[in-house]
């Protein structure tokens, strides 16, 4: 094992790990503000790789691509928040979880019928292709280097428009205390429509920079809703920042576990062995991570108390 | 719409009858929704094809969907032996919902055709005179790839499956044939969609080729991000993840790679020529190797049907067993196991105008049978 492969690996980690916080940036807000369980925010994420997979097909253009993957994202996610989530926010959680899992499955079966069954093709476009050699000899693919560069960009946005911006105060207003915000004069129902569609439209775009290099497909949302939930839960249900560390986190233990594992233990068992149970426990890591930080923080990394 | 009519008019032209006995009525379990659905859909149009093409009206189909969940096909296969009373069953997609379909099938003395799954211990163990497999064992294409493997001369291959059953067969296939060194051995997540940290590996391990199997959209997301790596290795694999519904997604990425069927749309014989037609005319798309296997199913249990009535069973088997259909393989026979003995050929990735097929560029294995024969005592 060389240093270049793990300095590799590492990268790899990064890529999954920033795509990871596009996702569970807007559950957590979601859920922070609006105390809202969103199953259906997987559904958001193929919406948007099918927008641009329908997108680049017609225009041509990535970036129209991705342009649509956003406004199709956000789209659906003030339609959902309009026509079914706003009647639900003074309800259950269990009602709330039964109905976006209704959501699941009118979005699938209806991605299905417009676009058929099987999987849709877009790929990057030329000037995203190939690989670049970064400093020490390290060849690595130029778009996941792109999606790292994006995804931190987008972090960076978020986090300015949280703690400099007027939308972001009242944004922080609401998850304190909801019925206080409203007492003074701010619309909280166009608030939660725009936390609602901004969620979205994050989704929408990690779907449609992820379908690039991954298959378009009904139901490729749920394995990242289920990932997305794990890090919120790591970071603290409501916490941008802890979404963050907890994305990156979730990143680099799943993608080291499944590198890693297997050479730690080919040092103790034989080999085949090691491979199989090196390879049954690096699929459990993340939840193991997860199961530790909630043994020392019930809360989370950054949870309120 | 076509086949819900034909359907239709099978089952009132023996409801107007009233004569049941001869007819057949075949329960079809397979996957029409959910990410595994293009496998079923497939399937479904073939056999439905070929039903609808032998004139027959005294063939019922009931299809119903498993959503690619064992306990859903445990339950549907129930209602369909006991308030259907279906004489056939056939349709599953899935390896480890067939594990938990067939043995409960069979047991209660009803006709499995497999048009796809084929467990190992189907194959050996718990093989059974009621279950013939029409597709393959499922080890059969990876042994293809790996004496390709040797046949193209690679001598130190890299390879990796998902971490389950049929994953595991998969390698030991593999390795069954090849006779080169292992660069490195990976069992990956059962539908992992990101493999940069395999393909890493892939690039220091020194391998001179690459073998893996990942079926549906884990191939896809394999074979793309494997042509943006820069990794530049021959790929070898089962045609699974470079059949017709795949291709289109995968795009160029797939171009020129080399991969094991049993069957191909260039096949030269007139029934699969018909085939290949009659299917484009009827749904608009070109067959895959899963709805060639649907139809060679159908047209088995219809060259049964015309040798013998399914309720003298012993007959009905004996008339499976010959296999005396056309196949759109050509040559195709039953071993002892009741698995197929059948050339495998390696197919290469190419472009027709604008789709994406494949073209045959050799045998693999001639007359391939497959290597449970000793451990299945029927």
Known sequence: ?305 | MKLKSIILAATMATAATGVTAEGVKVGMITTLSGGGAGLGIDVRDGFMLAVAQSGRDDIEVVIEDDQRKPDVAVQLSDKMIQSEKVDILTGIIWSNLAMAVVPGAVAQGKIYLSPNAGPSALAGQACHQNYFNVAWQNDNLHEAAGAYANDAGHTNSFILAPNYPAGKDALTGFKRFFEGDLAGEIYTKLGQTDYAAEIAQIRASGADSVFFFLPGGMGISFLKQYADSGVDLPVVGPAFSFDQGILQAVGDAALGVKNTSQWSKDIDNATNKAFVESFQDEYGRLPSLYASQGFDTANLMISAMEKADISDQEAFRAALKEADFSSTRGDFAFAANNHPVQDIYVREVIKEGDVYTNKIIGVALEDRSNAFLDACKM
Request: some cysteine.
């Open chain 1, 1 to 305: 094992m060389s240093l270049i492969l793990l300095v590799e690996q590492t990268l790899n980690g990064l890529q999954f790990g920033v795509m990871l916080f596009l996702m569970a940036a807007g559950l957590t807000l979601v859920f922070g503000v609006m105390g809202l369980i969103n199953l259906a925010h997987g559904s958001l994420y193929m919406i948007g790789a099918f927008a641009a997979a329908a997108m680049a097909q017609a225009s041509g253009s990535f970036l129209l691509a991705l342009a649509a993957s956003l406004v199709c994202a956000a789209f659906a996610g003030v339609l959902i928040e309009v026509l079914v989530i706003r009647r639900l926010y003074d309800r259950d959680h269990l009602d709330q979880v039964l109905a976006t899992f209704a959501l699941i499955l009118i979005f699938s079966e209806g991605t299905r019928w417009l676009f058929g069954s099987f999987p849709l093709f877009l790929d990057k476009p030329e000037w995203l292709s190939g690989t670049v050699i970064l400093p020490f000899g390290i060849e690595y693919s130029l778009y996941r280097l792109a999606i790292i560069l994006v995804g931190l960009a987008v972090a960076a946005g978020l986090f300015w428009m949280i703690a400099r911006t007027r939308v972001g105060i009242r944004i922080r207003a609401g998850e304190n205390d909801r019925e206080m915000i409203a007492a003074l004069g701010v619309n909280i129902s166009r608030l939660y429509t725009f936390v609602f569609a901004l969620g979205a439209a994050l989704a929408g775009f990690a779907g449609a920079l992820v379908g690039t290099i991954q298959s378009v497909q009904v139901g490729m949302g749920e394995p990242v809703l289920i990932l997305a939930f794990v890090v919120i839960v790591i970071g603290g249900i409501g916490s941008i920042k802890g979404a963050f560390i907890g994305a990156l986190l979730v990143g680099l233990t799943e993608t080291l576990g499944r590198f890693l594992l297997p050479e730690a233990f080919a040092l103790v068992f034989d080999p085949a062995t090691a491979r199989s149970v090196g390879a049954s426990l690096a699929s459990m890591s993340i939840y193991i991570l997860m199961a530790g930080v909630l043994i020392f923080r019930p809360k989370g990394l950054f949870g309120s108390a």
